[in-house]
């Protein structure tokens, strides 16, 4: 079997969402002696970006997600040993995500959460209507390298710019890129507050988080 | 020199584009609905009307004479006295004074009353006082008028409702227990709206209005189809409509079913016949607006849709064209050119019985 | 407000300026698609399927039916009683009616 054919079996492990077909992919592919990282990068995480590109066209859902997802941190594991250490459960990058305060909406915030820890990043989820200052808190406590502002209402939307102005004020700004979503949310209104980026859905999030974190 | 138009860009901002970028936009919009619906390309033709709506030169445009349609109307009266958030002008009035403006100084061909926080559960407590102001606004009114708001499943989840927010489960790789919460939630929603509604039924509404059914996912949408299929057994009269949150139905549970079929990844044409079943007499297709795509983009992708499903649909297709759905640029001033120049193609294109 | 107003005056029917309350009773009531209520209303009424979104035609025959017109005639029918006269021109059963007849003796 060439490389590629063991590539595309281990994608479509992935995207089976069985961890036992990750599982035996991934022991296939280390009996061939493939290097474990280019069986992450090339099959596995290629499986997962495939699964992204499924869920927004709706052939998968979100449990399909979380079990890919889960699959593929199986097959992860399996590869550990062969990888210097901290190598394999390396994460792509720490994400600070929530809806800002005032804003009770949950859903689509949640979505992204969920696909950005799916793609292979460190993600605390705080919540929905939380308090502008616990970002900078959360930031702070895990260190993060980018937080996520979600904000549904017109009326909330303002809560994304104070969240760059106190980024600024504790001198955070430069250590950390932000991302804005929501329905109000545009390019343009991330460009006038200053934001890193915009993203119009939760795989366009993924999309962005990689360009501004890997 | 190439003539270029004046059209706008999905948030709304004005940019001049030439008869060529309009249909290489439009071709664009619709190859992408075509691709994700598997729904079959608008024809030459289309393409060149739309082309025509677009680069109309009156600010302001209108369907052809005889092909007018009927308007329906959400989120009742907020749009009067409510605020910002919900694109109200705050205009202190009552809600009687805000239905029979739309009757009398607007136009409208129908009207909905719905209180201002807008979703089914928070009905319940004040119940007594909507049947009250139903009843006022019936003595007064012609037009039909219905009775709407939001499913709104989230309000069944913690903090605000007794099941456990299935995306924190999800997110916990607990998927049976998030699945389960889903249903609790949708059992609940159901029982709730089809209560709210036996009360407003005998307060003299016309009917209901589900608005953006399917906004919390499958869930969402399988709690509205049971309560149309309850409300519809019960009140074989009754005035229907159910409108979606987007053309995609987001699968957060992935299994739930109705009549046979999966709920989740169904696009506006599978939604109609779905919606039909269940009971409902008008269907409202949602296509959501792309903010960094232009007008063109989003108007061929739109109609693409809309079209499908008008197609698809047993019952009338009341397309849905508020902010930043259906081909209308998100901004909460809606500028007119936009809004006009989508009206038009959705009615002159896509074929819809209303708006 | 600009949204709705735009959509009316590009595409509606003008509610009862002139029959797209009628056109709409049918499209919920019956499930009629948009040529089938237009026909059905437009047959009801005696004109033309044009004539329905024409506020000309239609101010004389809503004064005639009774079934209320924008401005406010006085002593013309209005609220219930424009839409009891509606329920027997259309042939349908309208819920605020029946509500209404069931609390008189």
């Known amino acids: ?214 | 020199m190439t003539t270029e138009y004046t059209t706008r860009m999905g948030d709304g901002q004005r940019i001049l584009m030439t008869r060529e970028q309009i249909l290489a936009d439009l071709k664009e919009g619709m190859a992408d609905a075509a691709d994700l619906g598997e729904i079959p390309d608008l024809s030459e033709d289309e393409l060149d009307k739309l082309v025509d709506i677009i680069a109309m030169p009156a600010r302001m445009v209108g369907v052809e004479p005889g092909k007018e349609v009927p308007v329906t109307h959400d989120i009742g009266t907020i749009r009067i006295d409510g605020d910002q958030g919900n694109s109200g002008v705050g205009i202190p009035s009552s809600r009687l004074v805000g239905v029979m403006m739309h009757e009398r100084a607007f136009g409208a061909d129908t009207m909905e009353l719905g209180h201002i926080d807008y979703s089914y559960k928070p009905v319940k407590p004040v119940i007594s006082n909507e049947q009250q102001t139903m009843e006022v606004c019936q003595q007064n009114t012609i037009i039909p008028l219905l009775y709407g708001a939001m499913p709104n499943l989230g309000l069944y989840y913690t903090p605000d409702g007794p099941f456990q927010n299935p995306g924190d489960l999800m997110k916990a790789f607990k998927i049976d227990e998030a699945r389960a919460s889903i249903e609790g939630a949708a059992k609940h929603a159901t029982r709730d709206i089809t209560w709210i509604m036996k009360k407003m039924m005998s307060s003299g509404t016309d009917g209901i209005n589900f608005d953006t059914v399917g906004a919390a996912g499958d869930g969402d949408m399988y709690a509205s189809l049971h309560a149309i299929e309850a409300l519809r057994k019960e009140f074989p009269h009754i005035y229907i409509e159910a409108g979606m949150a987007g053309e995609l139905t987001l699968g957060l549970h992935g299994d739930l079913q109705y009549d046979g079929k999966v709920l989740a990844g169904m696009w506006p044409h599978q939604q109609a016949p779905v919606v039909a079943k269940a009971g409902a007499n008008i269907f409202g297709p949602v296509v959501n607006t792309n903010t960094s795509r232009s007008a063109a983009w989003n108007l061929g992708r739109a109609v693409t849709f809309v079209k499908a499903a008008v197609k698809a649909s047993s019952i009338p297709c009341h397309v849905n064209m508020g902010m930043g759905v259906g081909g209308i640029p998100m901004f909460e001033t809606p500028t007119i050119d936009a809004v006009s120049r989508a009206s038009k193609a959705m009615v002159e294109v896509a074929g819809v019985d209303g708006i | ?105």
């Open chain 3, 1 to 105: 407000m600009g949204m709705p107003i735009t959509h009316i005056m590009t595409s509606g029917m003008s509610g009862i300026r002139a029959a797209g309350d009628l056109v709409a009773r049918m499209e919920f009531s019956k499930s009629m698609r948009i040529g089938e209520a237009k026909e059905y209303v437009a047959k009801k009424l005696d004109v033309s399927t044009l004539d329905l979104s024409d506020e000309y035609v239609m101010r004389e025959v809503r004064e005639d039916h009774g079934i209320g017109v924008i401005t406010s005639v006085a002593g013309a029918p209005k609220g219930i009683a424009a839409k009891m006269n509606i329920e027997k021109l259309l042939d349908i059963k309208i819920n605020s009616c029946e509500m209404f007849r069931n609390q008189i003796a």
């Open chain 1, 1 to 214: 079997m060439s490389k590629e054919e063991t590539f595309k079996e281990l994608a479509d492990a992935v995207i089976s969402c069985k961890k036992e077909a990750v599982d035996a992919a991934v022991e296939k592919a280390r009996s061939e002696g493939i290097e474990p990282a280019e069986i992450i990068e090339k099959g596995l995480a290629a499986g997962m970006n495939e699964v992204g590109i499924l869920f927004e066209r709706g052939k998968l859902f979100l449990p399909h997600v979380m079990l890919a997802a889960g699959a593929m941190e199986s097959g992860v594991s399996i590869l550990e040993a062969d990888m210097p250490t901290d190598a394999a459960s390396k994460k792509l990058g720490v994400i600070v995500n929530g809806t800002v305060e005032g804003d009770v909406h949950d859903i689509g915030k949640s979505i992204v959460s969920t696909m950005l820890q799916s793609a292979g990043f460190e993600v605390h989820d705080i919540g929905r209507d939380v308090p502008l200052q616990d970002f900078i808190d959360k930031i702070k406590e895990t260190n993060a390298d980018m937080v996520g502002l979600s904000a549904l209402m017109t009326t909330t939307l303002p809560g994304q710019k104070e969240v760059i102005e106190m980024l600024k004020e504790q001198g955070l700004r430069d250590k950390v890129k932000v991302m804005v979503g929501g329905a109000p949310a545009t390019e343009n209104w991330a460009n006038k507050i200053g934001a890193d980026c915009y993203a119009e859905n939760a795989s366009e999030a993924v999309t962005k988080a990689k360009e501004l974190l890997v």
